[in-house]
DNA sequence: GTCATTATATCGCAATACGATATATCAAGT
DNA sequence: ACTTGATATATCGTATTGCGATATAATGAC
């Protein structure tokens, strides 16, 4: 449990972190071209892939994105206003609001996804790599010492 | 080559996003918990996992990070001033400068790196199961058709 | 030595997430 | 049904941070 790392171990971090800026270059890019903030981007998918029972809500949404309740109200008030989202008030709860995808959302989804599935698929040998690299990886190489 | 997507393919690509997510919001957590911005801990791993023959300099930093280099200049600008950084104009070339970590900078980045290693174990399957799911999984499952 | 290029730095700006706070709605207990 | 505490969303002001435009300094090619 010592705090011991060996050069390799941060090189294989560093590699690890430059591998991730990577993709979330890439795909912020992508949706930039698309005429979506990165984050904006992320909602969508997080909307769109969400299976659950009950509808999509604010708060659900901050969930799946990890931001405060109040800043995924934001996030989606953007994508409301650029035409993305549609926002209603439950029924069933008045305090929830449902969010839906327009049509436009589900278009530039469709397009960013299936780019970034190509993507993915390119990075993923790698990206293993490196992830299995760091899993047994102890300190001072006492791999089957005898 | 067409854009379908079937539901599937958008909650894993949402579950992947998600992942990663809890991971960079671990990182920055612990980062902050050591008293250093999420970029900052960054930076300080991209200088300490670099190999390479000559010093570790702005632009290169920039390279790493996937940022502008004057954005670099601000970022090493804050890191020196906290003293996690030592940045010394190149005698070899006077544009560059050289950057080395100070001790404080490795004892962070020791903890850091230890807790993060961990975090990384644990995610790695999970994140191994998102990828490879996401490799060959073309649309409307002809897997082996015949 | 001149000039284009490279490396770093400075300034003003825009985007976005947060803390603090506010409002509306629901649910439990009585 | 009324109060109370909790839940869901919204608003406002602020801070961080990266970028574009631009500037300065040093290098290298000719």
Known sequence: MSDFLSDADYEALANLRFTLRRFMDFSTSAAQEAGLPGQQHQALLAIRGYRGDDPMTIGLLAERL???????????????????????????????????????????????????????RDMAPRLIDLLTGLQDDEPQGRKVPA
């Open 66 to 120: 990890l931001i405060a309740p109040h800043t995924a109200t934001e996030l989606v008030g953007r994508l409301v206003s650029a035409g993305y989202v549609a926002r209603r008030s439950d029924p069933k709860d008045k305090r929830r609001q449902t969010l839906e995808l327009t049509v436009k959302a589900e278009d530039a989804l469709r397009r960013l996804s299936a780019i970034h599935l190509t993507e993915i």
